[in-house]
């Protein structure tokens, strides 16, 4: 962990760090901040003129809803030391990291903003995390002009092979958990002693675990829960990103989809595992604010909602005021980007929310999202554009994150349809994204220095969405994919990169080695018996599971591994551990029967 970055698993690293504004929207264009620099776009021309003219390249990657990178527009990016330098001595790139999930994977250490200067081969120099005032920047720009060679901050990056067996070892396996456990904050709840936030895979890892006996973890994630519940807009709804000063009291205000949609899930899941209908209600805050503000006129989703009512000053004191006294003062900016990955982690969200809610509205949000991505972001052979125009790509995390979100909409509707779109998502991932190790980031080079290389969190997603869907499909090329994306996180170099934050993998790990709960109900889907019955499936299901429903009108279920029988009635069964119950025709009795696979 880096100072003040928390790199975590099961997070996108999209902290802004103490150390831009609309230019910074598609990377290229000139804003009223640092207007005296001609920024471009990041792409191998870049370094071409760079060497024809004998500069060095500045790369200032942020995002436009991020504080620190508006105070580095309007006050080092305007310091006439700084303008004089850049304008003479380099080639300056801005890059939106949201708009390009390459660079912010490659850069996501540093956080926003991140500053990396170049020479004009390509080769790195510096990187640099946050802000940096003006002379500091000056000195830095200075010192590369008079010797281009790299400077402390560029490290080899360590040799990457893949791990021998599909799994973690035993020994791997309890120094991860041992190492979660130990940094884990007893007093405030939450791990690391810098930022606060809800980490979803670490609180997926407690609430699973805890549904199954370990008190520990039980009680870990309710403390944690309980003290995230700060960083709920009591206004707007929706979350803050993190609260900084180690506790949960000071939170910075950026909204950004990935927290929104995976604490809607992780509050839903709450619900479910605990047995615990409170936890709904912030689910449900959350879905009112991405309906409210995030939500486009055709039912797609936006990117995010700026931290900064005016650029660069700190709102604080806006964000404590009521709904009506902010609208008096005006709204923060809303990204009105819509991207596949950020439409992919709402409706698989929104789909968690609806099993454990079952408002009928929440899954109709779902479907407009998906059925929109469907026709304005898909690609031919099952994959998905980053926006409506990609400077690069196409990029793992948004055929990945559409993949996720199909699987999640059959599990919840048991169309068929959905099943074939998540099958087509996979087939185009191993297609474009394959790697020796893992699976890259994005299917081509995207500059001058990068070759695609694995990112964590999306190998994390990986393993976990190819198992889940080679489960409800039975073919092997899924399973393949799943222990491929596995010999990524369980390489030794991996792991030793992670610390505490192992959270993903233990998850991803678990599942490879274990067979989820298969949960069918049998009978036609216009039988209001039936309806019910299903709606008490998705209630109480486990966060992993294989959910169907066999309308025998429609012919045999994908996977026909378990010969279900005919009967007079509707009945769902529970199958699981190679057994499966009696018939359960009430939704009671399902019920029931659920709380009965936790041990």
Not at 40 to 49: I, L, R, Y
Not at 163 to 168: F, I, M
Not at 318 to 334: E, S
Not at 558 to 568: A, H, I, K, M, Q
Request: hydrophobic share 45%.
């Amino acid at each position: 962990m880096k100072a003040l970055l928390l790199r975590v698993s099961g997070m996108l690293a999209i902290f802004c760090v103490l150390g831009a504004s609309a230019a910074r929207a598609g990377g290229a264009e000139t804003g009223k901040a640092g207007e005296g620099i001609d920024w471009q776009p990041w792409s191998d021309a870049v370094f071409a003129k760079a060497r024809a003219e004998k500069k060095l390249v500045l790369l200032d990657v942020g995002a436009v809803w991020c504080h620190w990178c508006h105070v580095m527009d309007e006050i080092t990016y305007r310091d006439p030391a700084v303008v004089k330098l850049v304008r003479e001595r380099y080639i300056a790139v801005r890059v939106d990291q949201d708009a390009r999930p390459d660079i912010s994977n490659r850069y996501e250490d540093y956080g926003w903003p991140a500053t990396v200067v170049f020479d004009a081969a390509g080769k790195e120099l510096a990187k640099r995390q946050g802000y940096l005032p003006p002379k500091p920047m000056a000195g830095m720009l200075q010192a590369f002009v008079d010797d281009p060679t790299p400077g402390p901050s560029i490290r080899p990056e360590p040799v990457l092979a893949p791990a021998d067996a599909t799994s973690l070892t035993d020994a791997q396996r309890a120094a991860m958990r041992t190492a979660f456990l130990d940094a884990y904050d007893a007093k405030l709840g939450g791990w690391g002693d810098v930022h606060k936030y809800l980490n979803w895979d670490a609180l997926e890892y407690c609430l699973t675990e805890g549904a199954n006996g370990d008190t520990r973890l039980k009680d870990m994630a309710g403390q944690t829960l309980t003290s995230g519940l700060r960083l709920i807009d009591l206004a707007w709804g929706g979350v803050y990103q993190y609260s900084t000063d180690g506790d949960w009291e000071h939170p910075h205000f950026e909204k950004i989809m990935p927290f929104q949609a995976e604490n809607l899930r992780i509050f839903a899941m709450a619900a479910t595992l605990r047995h615990e209908p409170q936890w709904l209600e912030p689910a449900r805050r959350i879905r009112g604010y991405l309906r409210d503000f995030l939500t486009s006129p055709e039912g797609a989703f936006y990117v995010s909602q700026d931290a900064d009512l005016v650029e660069g000053e700190h709102s604080g004191e806006y964000f404590a005021l009521d709904d009506a006294a902010r609208r008096a003062r005006g709204i923060p900016r809303v990204d009105r980007h819509i991207y596949a990955r950020e439409n992919g982690l709402a409706i698989t969200g929104l789909a968690a929310l609806y099993a454990a809610d079952g408002d009928a509205t929440i899954l109709a949000d779902a479907r407009r999202a998906a059925e929109w991505v469907l026709a304005h972001r898909a690609l031919e052979g099952g994959g998905f554009r980053h926006d409506a125009h990609d400077a690069a790509g196409p990029y793992l995390a948004d055929t990945l994150a559409m993949g996720r979100a199909f699987l999640a909409l059959y599990a919840v509707t048991a169309e068929r349809p959905w099943l074939a779109r998540a099958e087509a998502a996979a087939q185009f991932i191993d297609a474009k994204f394959h790697a020796p190790v893992g699976f890259a980031t994005a299917a081509a080079a995207t500059g001058a220095t990068f070759a695609p290389k694995p990112q964590l969190d999306e190998n994390i997603a990986v393993a976990r969405f190819a198992n889940l869907l080679g489960h409800y499909t039975g073919q092997e090329a899924p399973r393949k994919m799943a222990e491929h994306a596995m010999q990524y996180l369980a390489s030794p170099t991996v792991v030793a990169q992670q610390g505490y934050a192992t959270s993903g993998i233990l998850l991803a790990d678990r599942e490879l080695r274990s067979e989820p709960a298969h949960l069918t109900v049998v009978g036609r889907k216009d039988d209001p018996a039936a309806q019910a019955l299903f709606a008490a499936v998705l209630r109480g299901a486990p966060p992993v599971a294989r959910i169907e429903w066999l309308d025998v009108r429609e012919g045999p279920l994908p996977r026909s591994d378990v010969p279900f029988p005919e009967l007079p009635r509707a009945a769902a069964f529970v199958c699981a551990g190679g057994t499966c119950s009696l018939p359960l025709t009430s939704p009671e009795k399902v019920t029931a029967r659920l709380v009965k696979l936790e041990r």
